[in-house]
């Protein structure tokens, strides 16, 4: 039997493999049975879906297994965004959600993630209880094929869905779309071929906006619907076209955004975020905490002091920062991998506001991107970053994390470590504020490092003896 752990968030396999449809009605199943252990049976479970193969598919096979398991479901009428689902669990006052998404993973990934009632990812918790649920059913093919079998529309606990509306009036509230309007700033937004489509023009109507790729496919074009600069080519292209424009894209499930500025340059989440942050500062005169995971920029912590904010620094998983805004007034809370939320929106990262705030922002401050950040950086200084994936032996890699623990580095070329943080891989601070942070994979033989320097030169010199480093670390091996 196919051993099915929870990562950061949820379960992904591949499709045609692991990811089939009797370890599918298993995890079901598991939902299912962790709903009702906790009296959620009456609430319901809200349950959606990807533009992915088959995810529609899976998606009503999990709402017939729910039904029949006496469990009111609320099932999407069309594949959904996971921030749309997560808001609707709130619209809808239900349990949680069953989400099949394998976000911004290739065309032959598929996943399914549990959306507990805050509407955010669900804790270790939550994913352990569901685990050992999963563990106590029994290996029956025959009893996950037997249940479920009636046609959607004769189970009256079965009820089909559209939050779209909800779910834009909430956005509606956060982002101020009538500056944009006024501004007639030219909005090109890339859903690539997934399931975000329609979303940022149906929350921008009345402004001139152009979305490409708007279409469902699951292949995404031949690419992984993941918004990276080496993706968003045409994207680019059509802002670069013509003036006062500027880009965003969503992936997969559209949680997470990638932003082009007028002359078609791409901005780093690590630009993005402390970006926005300065925007909600200034202009909303929003005030809190900062939340950002073990991988982000600095920036954020800098201009925190500038501006009074405490910085929160929480593992990687957004399930971290949800959980810090669910108790503290967070002002935005953002990870470097492309994934934010602000205050006063639900506990999950959320693409498309991400990207219509950055319009707002535009709209605003009647100023390109790369004006504010020159402004961001002459305000707080130059923060530089880069990330480098370590392929490695098992055997290699264990020799690597073991020197981590027990004789890290004190210096770095002529820099002295500061500190060393160990909450979620190994990060050490420099004496000139720059760090890097060693983070292992918990699934393959791959160790991921991140590095943040000042400038180019700092940045290149920290990376490369680094790398230098841990590659004679990795060969000490026997």
């Known amino acids: 039997m196919t051993v099915i752990k929870f990562g950061t968030d949820g379960w992904r396999d591949l499709m045609y493999d692991r990811f089939n449809l009797p370890n599918v009605c298993r995890v079901v199943r598991a939902i299912a049975k962790y709903t009702k252990e906790h009296q959620g049976a009456e609430r319901g479970l809200v349950i959606g879906y990807d533009a992915r193969f088959f995810s529609d598919l ?10 029949a398991a006496g469990i009111k479901v609320f099932l999407g009428s069309r594949d959904f965004p996971t921030p749309v689902i997560a808001h609707a669990v709130k619209q809808h006052g239900a349990f949680g959600a069953m989400m099949f998404t394998a976000s911004h993973n290739p065309p032959e990934y598929n996943g399914i993630k549990f959306i507990p009632e805050y509407a955010g990812p669900a804790s270790l918790e939550i994913t352990r209880e569901i685990e050992n649920c999963l563990e106590s059913l029994p290996e029956s093919a025959a009893a996950d094929a037997a249940m479920g079998t009636g046609p959607l529309a004769s189970d009256p606990r079965i009820q089909v869905i559209d939050p779209t509306s909800d779910y834009l009036k909430q956005l509606g509230e956060l982002v101020d779309v009538q500056a944009i309007r006024e501004a007639g700033l030219r909005v090109v937004v890339d859903p690539m071929f997934a399931t975000g489509r329609g979303f940022i023009p149906g929350l921008l109507s009345g402004c001139p906006v152009e979305e490409i790729h708007g279409w469902r ?26 003036p006062h424009a500027i880009g965003l894209a969503t992936d997969g499930d559209a949680d997470r955004f990638g932003i082009i500025d007028c002359d078609g340059t791409y901005l780093t989440p690590n630009q993005v975020i402390p ?24 920036m954020i912590d800098r201009l925190g002091e500038v501006y009074g904010v405490e910085t929160i620094e929480t593992p990687v998983g957004f399930k971290y920062i949800g959980e810090l805004m669910r108790t503290r007034p967070v002002i935005i809370g953002g990870e470097e991998s492309g ?3 602000v205050r006063g929106h639900i506990p999950e990262k959320d693409g498309i506001l991400a990207g219509a705030l950055m319009a707002e922002m535009v709209a605003v401050t ?17 923060f530089l970053t880069r990330r480098l994936d370590l392929h490695l032996t098992e055997e290699a890699k264990g020799t690597i994390l073991e020197r981590c623990r027990t004789a890290p580095p004190e210096r770095i070329d002529a820099l002295a470590v500061r500190e060393v943080r160990t909450r979620d891989g190994f990060k050490f601070v420099l004496e000139d504020g720059s760090w890097f942070l060693i983070r292992p994979s918990g699934t393959e033989a791959l160790i991921r490092v991140y590095f943040e320097a000042g400038s180019a030169q700092a940045l290149d010199n920290l990376s490369g003896s680094v790398g230098l480093l841990l590659e004679q670390w990795g060969k000490r091996v026997g």
């Not at 496919?217 to 076209?241: T, Y």
């Open 58 to 67: 899976f998606a009503k096979k999990a709402a017939q297994i729910a039904a």
């Open 275 to 298: 970006l926005l942050m300065l925007h909600l500062i200034r202009s909303r005169g929003y005030r809190g905490v900062a939340a950002r995971s073990v991988a982000t920029t600095h």
């Open 217 to 242: 496919d699951p292949l995404f074009g031949g690419f992984m619907p993941d918004p990276q600069d080496q993706f968003l080519a045409e994207l680019k292209a059509k802002v670069s076209a013509g």
């Open 366 to 382: 009647r100023q390109p991107l790369h004006a504010t950040l020159r402004q961001l950086y002459e305000q707080v200084g130059h």
């Open 339 to 341: 994934g934010l939320s």
